[in-house]
Every structure is written in structure tokens, then in C-alpha cells.
């Protein structure tokens, strides 16, 4: 091997190191200057009569009511309407799931708005319906979370939901 081929492939190696601390800090300064606004979202929770994660009710009566705490929290970049229903379910069947509210009638609901990474906390009383056919079964509180969506005008339920299990007694 000669001087001139040894020059040559050092100058390669030189060229591929300046080409990948290029594309390096090219990239480097797309990720800091490119952010993204993040996922919108929104959250609802559960929360005792303190409006504190604490002792949840373990047992109900019929035609008792049950004071509860909601939690509601929008992150969806812009300004929300929100709508929380309480139902009863009587079974697993009636629970909601991500893409269907739970097919119980709703028993009330809370109406609201929240600005962008605002929260609100607001108290409910649901009296659990039924009669003695209830008494020795266990029935879930459900709170479904609902949006109002502006390009349709109607309500539209948002695949979040919180619940508790009770057990009805005498």
C-alpha cells in the first residue's frame, strides 16, 4: 500500500464521522425545537364523602342514599363541557366499558365545564333504588363521564367511568 490509498481511507473515516455527528445534532435539534403538545385527555375518579382517596362504603340499604366525591380532570388542550351520569348496575352485565355506557337508567348527573388542566371535586348522593329483591346482593355505583361535543351538539359519552361495589342489606 502506498501514502495516497491510506490518505484516502482516513479521509472516509473522517467524512463518515462528520456525517454522523450531523445527523446526530440534526435530530438532536428537531426533538428540542418539535414538541408535541401531548395526549389530550380526561380522567374521572372516585373518592369517599371527604372528597379523599379513604373508606369507601362497603354495605348500603335500600332506599339509602350513599354520599360520594367525584373527581374530574381536563387535559384536552381547550376549554370542555362535561356531564357525569350515576346509574345502578345490578350485575357485571350492566357495568360500562371503554367504547359503551352502562345500559342502567341513570339516577342523576352533574353538569360542568373546565378549562384546560382544570379539576373539579363535587359531592353526590345516589339513593340506591329497588326493593327487598336487592337485600344480600351485590350492586355497583357506576359515574360515567360524558363530553359535549360542539361539531354535533349532543352529548357523547367519553369511555371513562368509575364505580363501587356494595352489598345491599336490611
Known sequence: ??????????????????????IIAS??????T????GEAFTAI?????????????????????????????NHMGKPAAYQVLYKVATGASQLPNATA???ARPLGKWLGA????????????????????????NISIVFELWLFNTSTGSWMYSGRWTHLWVRVVK
Open 1 to 22: 500500500m502506498g501514502c495516497g490509498e491510506e490518505e484516502v481511507i482516513l479521509d472516509e473515516e473522517v467524512f463518515a464521522v462528520i456525517l454522523a455527528l450531523t
Open 27 to 32: 435530530s438532536l435539534g428537531i426533538a428540542l
Open 34 to 37: 418539535w414538541r408535541a403538545s
Open 45 to 73: 375518579g372516585l373518592l369517599d364523602e371527604s372528597c379523599k382517596i379513604g373508606v369507601y362504603p362497603r354495605t348500603v340499604a335500600v332506599n339509602q342514599s350513599l354520599t360520594l366525591c367525584i373527581y374530574i380532570y
Open 101 to 103: 355506557p352502562s345500559p
Open 114 to 137: 373546565l378549562n384546560n388542566d382544570e379539576e373539579a371535586k363535587f359531592l353526590v348522593s345516589v339513593k340506591v333504588p329497588g326493593g327487598v329483591e336487592l337485600v344480600g346482593k
